[in-house]
């Protein structure tokens, strides 16, 4: 999975290309862990195929600490994993544009 | 019918899925169906590798059953480690907020949530998953 960040002051936005799952969370997962000073993060999913509960896992932990310093959104959701949103009911957790 | 036997690792996710693809294409499942149930797949192995076994190292069985004239796949899972009923493990609460809501327990839940059948049996000191999906 390639991960794409670019920063503008305060706003983080984080372009996810390939697949979400076991054995990538944990790169994401790095990323998640140093979000000092953002207060905006988006999440760019144009490019993600594929996403299991490992990439949930960490999505969940990103909204959670983005809810004490500001605020997190996720762009380009395709329909297969907007599906799994809906399914795990993160689609009323998550802010999806 | 067609199986895989590998070390419940999970370093063998990707080989595990990429079998499992292969048969699904051959069966010309859905683009949805086959992110289904690689999706539950890649659940159901790593709960195997991660616990199955504890500390010793096993085997994980996986055969794939995948009828294009039926359009429909029946996999199963075999372990040989500890006695494991996915089903009786409690649904996490979907309603709950991000801050009341644990991280984890969602793997099994996806896995019911969206395979049309999964049901497990106890046989010979083996855990039998096998979830049934059709993609029609």
Do not use: H
Not at chain 2, 71 to 81: H, P, Q, S, V, Y
Request: some cysteine.
């Amino acid at each position: 999975m390639t991960i794409n960040k670019t920063q503008n002051g305060n706003e983080l936005r984080i372009a996810l290309a390939g697949r979400l799952d076991t054995t990538t969370a944990p790169q994401l997962d790095e990323e998640i862990q140093a979000l000092e000073g953002v207060e905006k993060l988006i999440f760019d999913f144009q490019e993600l195929l594929y996403i299991s509960s490992a990439g949930l896992r960490v999505l969940l932990a990103a909204q959670k600490k983005m809810n004490k310093q500001g605020s997190m959104v996720i762009q380009n959701v395709c329909d297969d994993i907007m599906e799994i949103f809906e399914v795990t009911g993160f689609i009323d957790i998550l802010t999806i544009e | 019918m067609k199986e895989i036997s590998i070390e419940a690792d999970v370093r063998n996710l990707s080989t595990l899925l990429s079998f499992i693809a292969d048969e699904l294409d051959n069966a010309e499942c859905t683009k949805k169906g086959q992110m289904r149930i690689a999706i539950a797949a890649e659940e159901l192995f790593v709960n195997i590798a991660s616990y199955a076994y504890k500390d010793r190292k096993g085997t994980c069985t996986v055969r794939v059953d995948a009828c294009k004239e039926e359009a429909k796949a029946i996999l199963t899972f075999i372990d040989e480690g500890e006695a494991y009923n996915l089903l009786e493990k409690q649904n996490p609460d979907v309603t709950l907020s991000a801050e009341d809501r644990p991280i984890g327990g969602l793997g099994i839940y996806i896995v019911k949530k969206s395979m049309d059948e999964v049901s497990y049996k106890r046989e010979e000191g083996r855990n039998i998953v096998t979830i049934v999906y059709s993609w029609e």
